[in-house]
């Protein structure tokens, strides 16, 4: 007992950070993309490409109405597709050569390590999310015909039971978020750039929201609100967001 107690690393120390260092990381961020483009663009273009793909199941699964819950949903899976900018920010930062098959390795690196596990919780959160919103139609909507998507749209925002529906969900899912951002901001840079258990990192990520609760709301919400601006038109904008917000993350 004792000798494993001295063998497990230290806590890594959380610093509080101001709108000046927020500041200073998204104009970082920029110059990193600006830096070396091509691999952020690459990234971003794979990720409108995934959400262009999630419409077309849907649509093809004639579900047009989880449209909405999955485009909600969609910016949690972001700090993994930014793994390969994080790549590309230390190597910037540390001035090794940035190729294109030193970020797919590093990339493909993380499937061995700790990261890997991340993509359990982030699955959970994800299902949990989809069944909350099933579970809110059926309690709310389950009466309802909303066989389009039109329909559905018109059923949420002219009915009480639609009204209803949209506040419990957003409610729900902005504590789901919340839990999931606190969780993943930190810990998923933090596991790719150095060995530390799964456990460790999460808790260092929520002790840096708490530490900084504004400021990283703050962030939560900028990236949020970014991803889903530039999920329009068609997930397209996401090729220029989505690299500044991974290269600012790092």
Same mark, same amino acid.
């Given at each position: 007992?004792?000798?494993?107690?001295?063998?497990?690393?230290?806590?890594?120390?959380?610093?509080?950070?101001?709108?000046?260092?927020?500041?200073?990381?998204?104009?970082?961020?920029?110059?990193?993309?600006?830096?070396?483009?091509?691999?952020?663009?690459?990234?971003?273009?794979?990720?409108?490409?995934?959400?262009?793909?999630?419409?077309?199941?849907?649509?093809?699964?004639?579900?047009?109405?989880?449209?909405?819950?999955?485009?909600?949903?969609?910016?949690?899976?972001?700090?993994?597709?930014? *793994?390969?900018?994080?790549? #590309?920010?230390?190597?910037?930062?540390?001035?090794?050569?940035?190729?294109?098959?030193?970020?797919?390795?590093?990339?493909?690196?993380?499937?061995?390590?700790?990261?890997? $596990?991340?993509?359990?919780? #982030?699955?959970? #959160? =994800?299902?949990?999310?989809?069944?909350?919103?099933?579970?809110?139609?059926?309690?709310?909507?389950?009466?309802?015909?909303?066989?389009?998507?039109?329909?559905?749209?018109?059923?949420?925002?002219?009915?009480?039971?639609? $009204?209803?529906?949209?506040?419990?969900?957003?409610?729900?899912?902005?504590?789901?978020?919340?839990?999931?951002?606190?969780?993943?901001?930190?810990?998923?840079?933090?596991?790719?750039?150095?060995?530390?258990?799964?456990?460790?990192?999460?808790?260092?990520?929520?002790?840096?929201?708490?530490?900084?609760?504004? *400021?990283?709301?703050?962030?939560?919400?900028?990236?949020?609100?970014?991803?889903?601006?530039?999920?329009?038109?068609?997930?397209?904008?996401?090729?220029? =967001?989505?690299? *500044?917000?991974?290269?600012?993350?790092?």
């Amino acid at each position: 007992m004792t000798e494993t107690a001295h063998s497990m690393p230290p806590m890594p120390k959380v610093r509080a950070i101001t709108a000046t260092d927020l500041a200073d990381a998204f104009k970082a961020g920029a110059r990193d993309f600006a830096a070396k483009p091509l691999f952020g663009l690459a990234i971003g273009l794979a990720c409108a490409l995934f959400g262009i793909a999630i419409v077309a199941c849907i649509l093809w699964l004639d579900i047009p109405w989880m449209i909405y819950p999955f485009a909600i949903g969609f910016p949690l899976i972001g700090p993994f597709l930014a *793994v390969g900018l994080y790549e #590309v920010s230390r190597r910037l930062s540390t001035g090794e050569p940035v190729t294109a098959g030193a970020v797919v390795s590093r990339m493909w690196a993380q499937r061995g390590r700790e990261l890997s $596990w991340m993509s359990f919780v #982030v699955l959970f #959160v =994800i299902w949990v999310w989809v069944y909350q919103v099933r579970l809110l139609m059926a309690l709310f909507l389950g009466m309802k015909s909303y066989s389009t998507l039109d329909r559905f749209i018109a059923l949420v925002t002219t009915t009480t039971e639609g $009204w209803l529906f949209l506040g419990l969900g957003h409610i729900v899912g902005a504590a789901l978020a919340i839990i999931m951002f606190s969780i993943t901001v930190i810990s998923i840079p933090m596991l790719m750039e150095r060995e530390i258990d799964i456990v460790t990192a999460m808790i260092t990520s929520v002790k840096a929201v708490l530490a900084s609760p504004v *400021v990283m709301v703050g962030w939560g919400l900028i990236v949020t609100l970014a991803v889903m601006l530039g999920s329009l038109p068609m997930f397209l904008g996401l090729v220029i =967001i989505l690299p *500044v917000l991974g290269h600012t993350t790092w």
